[in-house]
């Protein structure tokens, strides 16, 4: 039995490969793990603020030096790193726009990441403190960026797997349903991406 925890980032709704292919990853991931709960999130419902000076203040504040605004600016953010920290499996949908993610994924990102809590520093450099997580990216692309000239620009998983690998989830997979706007290849995209999906 493990806690899945399911983000969505596309703005695509029903229509969108990246939702479809994170679904077929938690359902797998559910038939491997009976039991498990899942908790899906859909970033785009959250708003969630971008980080500005304030914000990045207290990020750095201790907690017992917080005013109650300083704390009610905080909440996201913390609840993020509560959600996050209380998972076992990840499943973060990420469609490629404009050759990287959603800035809502960014932004999600950017909340998770606390100095202290997520991430700290040792003699010997950066230590990430997001440990014991398994993270299954689904990704979306309408060209093809796994391969062939396309691969320069994806920005999509080698971002996720050196940045989430920071914050210590290094045990990281990436599948893909990509080329969903080319024709002789999108026809399949979907159904390649789910029949590779392998869960550990």
Known sequence: MKRILHLISSIQGNE???????????????????GSTVEEVNLNDLEI???????????F?????????ARELLRYSNDAVQQLMASDIIVIGAPLINYTIPSTL??????????????????????GMVNGKKVYVAMSSGGVYSEGPG??????????????GFLGMTDLTVFRAEGVKVPGIKEYALEKGIESIRID
């Open 106 to 127: 960014k932004s999600w990102i950017d909340h998770v990441t606390r100095a202290g809590i997520t991430f700290g520093y040792g003699e010997n450099g950066p230590i």
């Open 151 to 164: 691969k320069e620009n994806d920005f999509v998983a080698p971002y996720l797997k050196s940045f989430l």
């Open 61 to 69: 504040t201790p907690g017992d030096k917080l005013t109650t605004e």
């Open 16 to 34: 969108s490969y990246s939702i479809k292919l994170g679904n077929a990853i938690v359902e797998k991931a559910i038939q491997k793990y009976p």
């Open 49 to 59: 603020p971008h980080l500005n000076p304030a914000l990045l203040q207290y990020m």
